[in-house]
Structures are given as structure tokens and as C-alpha cells.
């Protein structure tokens, strides 16, 4: 029974960490036969592949040399939180990857740290070390160094560091000597990472996750804590609000591969999923039913921002989406609450609004992203930062970010961000490439990666993690120009598009519709103008008095999801489709704007 290993996986996102967990299934001799080259196996969904980051934690298991190890894979992103806390509570030791040329990240610490206050033992993977200007022993420095900045103990500091590289599926201890395969990783997390210690007594298991199948409904996924759990004994459900619900397990699976294994019992220490458990929610305690032990809950982070939602009122609802009623939107919120942990939401003042909090602008658009993908329609308002009221002073959400620049470019960040209300903390120069640390509120870093990655000619690299609530630090000016709204509904021409292009840059391509009200474009003053579009050019029978000039047209601006949310003002919506964003006034008649604006 002892043989089982509980390790979960920490790194900043894109330093490898997918790809490592494929090679170890793959020396676990699994999926040897239907492995496609290139193509991850954990990021399974469309959403994580394409954006290259892991959003859902997932288990898998490798058997290696007659141990088990169960590896939990969590999101590198601060935005995902939740998800991160309790998958950690599932985990005895962690597997830190970091990427040998860039170094410990913000993101990687917010992860990190949690892990450190849990007491999990880490093994430190340096991948990567194939780059051409990689420093491995730099980067070995620096990681012990965050480690003593977080507080860890004398155990925890006395870590055992492997290099390699993940693509290449090589691991070794040293790094100028690769070996052929990855099993030195394998080999450390047996030697390093403690057992799961055997409780014995009255059986305890908290659910940290969930999984639904559309057969048997919501699976409850967590580890056993303490005794045995056996498939058809009657337990008790230990609810958030103290009640006692009496339940049977109907099946009993524990990881294996990639997919699930019908067990007859499940002891102290593994990992496993339960089937037929009903009306659960994350952190509720199954106990054994005679002696009922809750225990303590996850604790989790509070939201930082908030959206409202809205269904879609525009002139072209239901044109692309099949679910476009309120009832469908909240319902399809409801079931996102089941297992979204860091999220919240309320009823808005009217029925089909509603207010939902979240933990950054990322989280919050992937979700609007994940729904329009399943073909809802909605419109999204623009992102608040949550205001809180400590000790009779309003306070903000304040972020520590990181911005990596070439040295020529560092003025104007430091420019940049403290125009926002952000405060330099400090400063360090590395082969003409300078990092910067600054805090600044949330508010702030809505919408400054944009002009961040501009203004560096796309050279930036730029992360930031949640810090703390501070004192509110006054108004901060987000975007100064108006917008250019479409008069009437109807088909733009490129002509009439062409005569307008020195009010300011478009959004929308000749040909395509747009209605009365829709933001076309971006003024290139500060005050909103009304265009019109739709206006083709008159054609006679008279001959013009000079050549006819071909329209020339700048290519419009094309927002991501993410973009248009952070582009938008106050009386503005991004209007989701599956095939559309399209931005647009809350108020679409101009002449009733101008009156709401009185």
C-alpha cells in the first residue's frame, strides 16, 4: 500500500511542464502505440492548445519500478487560483519546473508559495538547458533563492535539482552530461518525495475536484485522508453549512494512465473518484457515516474583478448562437459555479443581467470564450476592479508585476506604468536585458499589455500576480480617445470607409453588416463621433471630370476576446458570438444617448 507517490507539478506557464508530463506517461510504457508526434496529450481541450497554457487540472498516473506515482498537473496562471489550492491539497511533494534560461517567474512563485505554506517537499527540474544561451547554474542560484525569500525550511531548501531537456526526453543530474532518458526524474521523485502516511481510523476524504460524466452525473475526485472508503458502504456528506447528509458510494475508481480503474476498496493516501454521491460541492468532507469527522475546508482567494452579463439585445441576436434566452445563460453559470471555485455570481438589477466576479480579466475571458465556443450569445460589460472598505478606508486590489525589457525600451515602461499608479520596487540589469519590478493597482493593468507590447516592439515579457488590498490610489486615466459609432444599420462600403479614414482607424472590414450604434472605430480625438458607413458611392451616366481613384484602405484593427474587454468604456459592451465580437454602445440611439449623458 505504501508504494504510491502524490506529486503535483508547479511552473510558469510555457516552460515545459505539459510536455515533461507526456514523456513520463510515455516512460510509464503508455500510449506508446497511438501517440501522435507533437500533440500533447494533457492539454486536451481546443481552448488550452491553442493558447499553449493549461487552464483544468487534471490526474494521470505512471506505474515506474512497482510505484505509483499519481501526478496532478496545475495551472500556471495566478487567474487560476482556485484550481490551484486544491490540487495541491491532493499532493505530498512537488516537482518544480523551471526554464534554464529565463529563471524562476512571478507566476511560478505564486504557485510555489502555496506549496511552501503546505509543507510540500520540492524536486527541482531545470529544463530547457538545449537553449543556446541558457545558464543553468544561474538559474539553480536563483531558485534557491526564492525558496529562502518564501520561508521554507531546512528540508524544504535541501532539494535535489535534475537538468535536461523535456523535448529532447532527456534527464540527467548533471546537465553537461544528457543520458537517454527521463527516468533520473522518475528515479528522484521515488527517492525524494515522502510517502503517504497510513492513517488509520473511522474513514475521511476531502473532495478537491470534480468530474461529470453525462451517465452517472457529477463524480466527486479527492484524496483519502484517513481509513479505508469500500464501493457500496453507506458514508456521511459533511456539508459547508454543518448539515450531515446521508449517501452510498456506488463505484470506487482510482487513476491509472490516463483513464479511470473500477476498484473494490481505496485506502489512506491514493487518489480516487467517487460515483454516486449527490448534491456535493468542492470542499465538503466525505466521513465515515457512524462517525462523522468533517474536515476543514479549502480556503480560497477572493475575486479581484467583476463583469456583468447581459444577453444579447443587439439587432443581430440569434443569428449565430443556438442559446440566447437568460434562462440559458444562467443556467449555463450555475453549472460553471460546480466547478469553477474562484468564481462568483449574482443576480444584476434587471432578470437577465447578471454580476460575475472572478480572479483577473484572463479568467473571466475564458470562460465568455469557453461559452461562445458552445454557441451562447451574450454581451459583456466592462471589467471593475472589486472596491473593499477595511477599516473605514476604500481600498483596491494592488498587483506585483514583472516587466522584462531590452534596456533601450526601459524608460518608457517605467514612464508607462507609473502614469497608472504603479510604484517601481526594483530594478536589475542582465545581458542588456533589464528587469523591473513594480506594484501597481489592478485597475491599471487593464489594457497596459497592449501598449506595453507596442511600445517595446513586441519585446516584453510581462506577468503579475495578485499582492494585496491597498488604500485607493485616485483616478487613473484609461483610454482618452472617443469612438467612431455607425449611423444606420446596413453593409459597409469600402468607399464610404475610405472617405472617413482621417477621423481614425477602423474596426471592420468593407462588406461586413454592422446596425445604428455599433462602435466601427476609434476616433483619433476624445470625443465620440457619429459615422456613416453604409454610404456607396452614386453612380450616372455622366463621365467624372478626373480619373476615379481606387479607394485605399488601412487594414482595420482585429481585437481577441481579451483586447476588446479591456478596449471598451463605461457605456460600452462587447457583444460574443460564436463567429463575432463586435464592440457597441449600451445605448444604441444617438439621440437617447445624448440625453442619458445630460
Known amino acids: 500500500m505504501q508504494k504510491i507517490r502524490n506529486v503535483a507539478i508547479i511552473a510558469h506557464v510555457d516552460h515545459g511542464k505539459t510536455t515533461l508530463v507526456d514523456k513520463m506517461l510515455l516512460a510509464g510504457n503508455l500510449f506508446r502505440e497511438n501517440q501522435n508526434a507533437g500533440e500533447l496529450i494533457l492539454d486536451n481541450n481546443d481552448l488550452e492548445r491553442e493558447r499553449g497554457i493549461t487552464i483544468l487540472s487534471k490526474n494521470v498516473s505512471i506505474n515506474y519500478k512497482d510505484y505509483k506515482i499519481n501526478i496532478i498537473d496545475t495551472p500556471g496562471h495566478a487567474d487560476f487560483g482556485g484550481e490551484v489550492e486544491r490540487v495541491l491539497n491532493m499532493a505530498d511533494g512537488c516537482l518544480l519546473l523551471v526554464d534554464a534560461f529565463e529563471g524562476p517567474m512571478p507566476q511560478t512563485r505564486f504557485v510555489l508559495q502555496k506549496a511552501i505554506e503546505m509543507g510540500l517537499k520540492p524536486v527541482v527540474v531545470i529544463n530547457k538547458v538545449d537553449k543556446p544561451n541558457c545558464r543553468p547554474d544561474e538559474v539553480q542560484e536563483m531558485v534557491f533563492d526564492l525558496m529562502c525569500n518564501l520561508d521554507a525550511t531546512e528540508e524544504q531548501l535541501d532539494f535535489p535539482t535534475i537538468y535536461g531537456s523535456a523535448k529532447q526526453g532527456w534527464m540527467s543530474t548533471d546537465w553537461a552530461k544528457p543520458a537517454d532518458d527521463i527516468t533520473a526524474v522518475l528515479d528522484a521523485i521515488i527517492e525524494f518525495i515522502p510517502e503517504p502516511k497510513r492513517i488509520e481510523g473511522p474513514a475521511q476524504m476531502l473532495i478537491t475536484s470534480l468530474d461529470f460524466s453525462n451517465y452517472v452525473g457529477r463524480i466527486a475526485v479527492g484524496r483519502v485522508h484517513r481509513g479505508d472508503l469500500r464501493e457500496g458502504a453507506d458514508v456521511a456528506l459533511c456539508k459547508k453549512d454543518g448539515t450531515i447528509v446521508r449517501q452510498r458510494i456506488k463505484e470506487l475508481h482510482v487513476f491509472e494512465g490516463m483513464g479511470r480503474k473500477k476498484v473494490q476498496s481505496v485506502g489512506s493516501g491514493d487518489i480516487c473518484a467517487l460515483v454516486g454521491i449527490d448534491s456535493f460541492e468542492i470542499g465538503d468532507t466525505i466521513a465515515d457515516f457512524n462517525t462523522p469527522e468533517a474536515l476543514p475546508r479549502i480556503a480560497i482567494d477572493e475575486p479581484t474583478m467583476s463583469m456583468t452579463f447581459t444577453i444579447n439585445d443587439s439587432p443581430f441576436f440569434g443569428k449565430d448562437g443556438k442559446y440566447v434566452t437568460s434562462r440559458h445563460i444562467a443556467d449555463r453559470l450555475t453549472r460553471e ?99 523591473m519590478e513594480f506594484t501597481i493597482p489592478s485597475r491599471g493593468i487593464i489594457g497596459l499589455r497592449n501598449n506595453v507590447l507596442t511600445a517595446s516592439a513586441g519585446e516584453a515579457i510581462m506577468a503579475h500576480r495578485f499582492l494585496e488590498f491597498q488604500p485607493w490610489k485616485g483616478d487613473i486615466e484609461r483610454r482618452t480617445n472617443g469612438s467612431l459609432i455607425a449611423l444606420e444599420a446596413g453593409t459597409a462600403y469600402a468607399y464610404a470607409i475610405d472617405k472617413l479614414q482621417d477621423r481614425g482607424r477602423f474596426f471592420i472590414f468593407p462588406q461586413e453588416e454592422v446596425y445604428a450604434g455599433q462602435v466601427v472605430g476609434e476616433n483619433a480625438k476624445d470625443n465620440d463621433i457619429v459615422v456613416n458607413v453604409t454610404k456607396s458611392k452614386k453612380l450616372t451616366n455622366m463621365r467624372a471630370s478626373g480619373a476615379d481613384d481606387k479607394a485605399r484602405i488601412v487594414p482595420p484593427v482585429v481585437f481577441s476576446l481579451e483586447e476588446a474587454l479591456e478596449y471598451i468604456k463605461e457605456d460600452e459592451y462587447v457583444e460574443v458570438t460564436p463567429h463575432h465580437i463586435r464592440l457597441r454602445k449600451i445605448i444604441l440611439d444617438e439621440i437617447e444617448r445624448k440625453r442619458a449623458s445630460r
Open 337 to 435: 459555479l460546480d466547478r469553477n471555485l474562484a468564481l462568483r455570481v449574482e443576480r444584476g438589477a434587471d432578470d437577465d443581467k447578471w454580476i460575475v466576479y472572478g480572479r483577473g480579466v484572463l479568467h473571466l475571458s475564458v470562460l465568455i470564450e469557453t461559452m461562445r465556443r458552445e454557441g451562447y450569445e451574450l454581451q459583456v460589460g466592462q471589467p471593475q476592479v472589486i472596491v473593499k472598505e477595511i477599516d473605514g478606508v476604500k481600498c483596491e486590489p494592488v498587483e506585483l508585476m514583472t516587466i522584462n525589457v531590452p534596456e533601450e525600451y526601459s524608460s518608457k515602461m517605467i514612464d508607462m506604468v507609473t502614469r497608472r499608479k504603479g510604484e517601481l520596487v526594483s530594478m536589475t540589469v542582465q545581458n542588456d536585458r533589464v528587469h
